[in-house]
């Protein structure tokens, strides 16, 4: 069973670039047809799709953050980075890695696996 997990600061400044990585195990980030997404919850709010990256490599962004959004991977540490830049408080959420068959879902049933999420906040 694949299992995600993800790491980073739980703490980010204005303005600064938030970074976390999700470490895969039980599971390669390059199996056929599986999409690696960074979706996140911010308090009081649904889920937010914010991109992707696909078995290939390719990688799928939501419109409203694309400019501030470069999802990467390391495929020799089973891994892929989130980053978004140039944040605010409005970033402040819940952010989890998930594994699904497509790309932009909103709603957990869509994901087969997914990490515990952790939480980030932005504050000076």
């Known amino acids: 069973q694949v299992q995600l997990q993800e790491s980073g600061p739980g703490l980010v400044k204005p303005s600064q670039t938030l970074s976390l990585t999700c470490t895969v195990s039980g599971g390669s980030i390059t199996t056929n047809y599986y999409y690696w997404s960074w979706i996140r919850q911010a308090p009081g709010k649904g889920l937010e799709w914010m991109g992707a990256i696909g078995y290939s490599g390719n990688t799928y962004y939501s419109p409203s953050l694309k400019s501030r959004t470069s999802i990467s991977r390391d495929t020799s540490k089973n891994q892929f980075t989130l980053q978004l830049s140039s944040v605010t408080p409005k970033d402040t959420a819940v952010y989890y890695c998930?594994?699904?068959?497509?790309?932009?879902?909103?709603?957990?049933?869509?994901?087969?696996?997914r990490g515990q999420g952790t939480q980030v906040t932005v504050s000076s």
């Open positions: 998930a594994r699904s068959r497509q790309v932009g879902g909103t709603d957990w049933g869509e994901y087969d696996s």
